[in-house]
Structure formats: structure tokens, C-alpha cells
């Protein structure tokens, strides 16, 4: 400890006995300096410490996900699956497909299993990859943001 703070902490262990001492409670001079000295230690510390806290180099967090014409499937799938590109789930391509089936149920009268060829001319090449193929991760944020996209153009 510095000089200073070591002056400190006797002073207040001075004030503490001497004010003891006028009141006629008979003071335990050392226990009552163990407390000051104790107290002086957790308050220099913590003082210390919070001094030394740095920045710790971590990104800052993404930002909000970009906003969407509106579709209540697109906001929710933004927003649940930010990110999920990368855990090796196939519930994001699951969604995926359930959302390009109802994009083109709703917008174009299509069925895709019933009407394939008329599917096929409305959806892009990215789209068919995702329906024709087997359940797979996406490979990364840029593919699931294309994806997601292309969807929202149907």
C-alpha cells in the first residue's frame, strides 16, 4: 500500500477510537483496528480493480436483423434462425422449404407437389437446389440472407 493510503487508514482508526472513547464505550483498540485495516484492503482493492478494468476486445454485437416487406413468416424466421446457419440443425431448412411452399401457395396458386413444372418455372435456380435436395445446413449467413431473399421475391 502507498504512504498515503496507509495515513488514511490511521487517521480514521484515530477518528474511530477517539469518538469511541468520548461516548464511554470503551473501545477495543486492536480489534478495532483489525476492522480498519480490513475495511481499508476491500475498499483499496475494489478501487484498484476497477481501475484496471479494460476493454476485453470482444466484438460488438450484431445489430438488429434487417427489417422485411412485412410477412410475418420472413420476421420470424429472421429473428428465431439469426445465426443458425451454423449449428448443423435441418429445422432451418425445414422452415425454409414450409416457407417457399406457402409463398407459392398464397401468391402464384401453386402447389409445388401437385403442379411441379409450374413450380419450377417460378422458382429460382437457388430455390430448387434448397427444395430438391436433401436437408442440409446452410454454409453461411451471406447464403441464408440470398435465400431468404429470393423467397421473399416469390
Known amino acids: 500500500m502507498k504512504l498515503t493510503r496507509l495515513l488514511v487508514a490511521a487517521f480514521i482508526w484515530l477518528v474511530l477510537c477517539a469518538s469511541l472513547w468520548a ?3 470503551r473501545p477495543a483498540v486492536v480489534a478495532l483496528a483489525a476492522v480498519v485495516a480490513v475495511s481499508t484492503t476491500l475498499v483499496v482493492l475494489t478501487a484498484d480493480m476497477a481501475r484496471n478494468i479494460g476493454d476485453t476486445g470482444w466484438p460488438p454485437p450484431r445489430q438488429s436483423v434487417q ?7 420472413i ?3 429472421r429473428y428465431q434462425m439469426a445465426g443458425a446457419g451454423q449449428t448443423g440443425s435441418t429445422e432451418l431448412h ?3 422449404v414450409s416457407l417457399v411452399d406457402d409463398r407459392l401457395r398464397i401468391h402464384h396458386h401453386i402447389d409445388r ?3 411441379p413444372a409450374a413450380a419450377n418455372r417460378v422458382l429460382s435456380p437457388t430455390l430448387r437446389d434448397l427444395l430438391t435436395g436433401p436437408p442440409r445446413r446452410l454454409s453461411s449467413g451471406r447464403t441464408l440472407q440470398r435465400t431468404i431473399t429470393e423467397i421473399e421475391a416469390l
Open 23 to 25: 461516548t464511554d464505550s
Open 67 to 73: 427489417q422485411d416487406d412485412g410477412d410475418p413468416w
Open 75 to 77: 420476421t420470424q424466421l
Open 94 to 96: 425445414e422452415r425454409l
Open 113 to 115: 407437389l401437385e403442379q
